[in-house]
């Protein structure tokens, strides 16, 4: 059996501290579908399909790892897609808490299980609400996204 798993976010961009993740993530499961939430009522700062796009030509060489768009409940999309595990990051103390609670709601429900990697310590600081705030002002993000994104 495929040992699938989901990496769900909004990925608004897609940084280096995701792809360090699904990197890691793919030691431990045979395939990651990125999982990107949609939201009607978030405002964006890329369109959907620009952020599909450039995550799959990110992995376009990698057969493990899929991308796809959702709007329901996470854990009844895993469900759909047949995957057993949702993977999630955490940077600080403060995502614990939080992806702790999911996580536990997840299982009781579902029997999904979710595996939390730690940010590397030199991603740490990267999130996609700072990469925004950069774009806005007009600063260079090309250290905080995959260069093959092609996002600035």
Do not use: C, W
């Amino acid at each position: 059996m495929i040992r699938r798993a989901i990496f769900p976010g909004t990925f608004d961009p897609f940084t280096i501290g995701h792809q360090s993740l699904v990197g890691r993530g793919l030691d431990i499961v045979d395939e990651i579908i990125i999982a990107i939430g949609v939201n009607e009522k978030k405002q964006t700062y890329f369109p959907l399909e620009t952020r599909i796009k450039a995550i799959e030509k990110l992995y376009q060489s990698d057969s493990r790892v899929r991308v796809m768009p959702y709007d329901l409940l996470t854990v009844d999309f895993a469900e759909s897609v047949g995957a057993r595990f949702i993977l999630r990051g955490i940077r600080t103390v403060n995502d614990f808490e939080y992806e702790k609670t999911i996580a536990d709601v997840n299982r009781i429900l579902t029997g999904i299980e979710t595996f939390i990697l730690f940010t590397e310590p030199e991603h740490t600081h990267i999130s996609s609400s700072i990469v925004r705030e950069l774009l806005k002002y007009g600063k260079d993000i090309s250290l905080f996204v995959p260069k093959e994104t092609e996002l600035y």
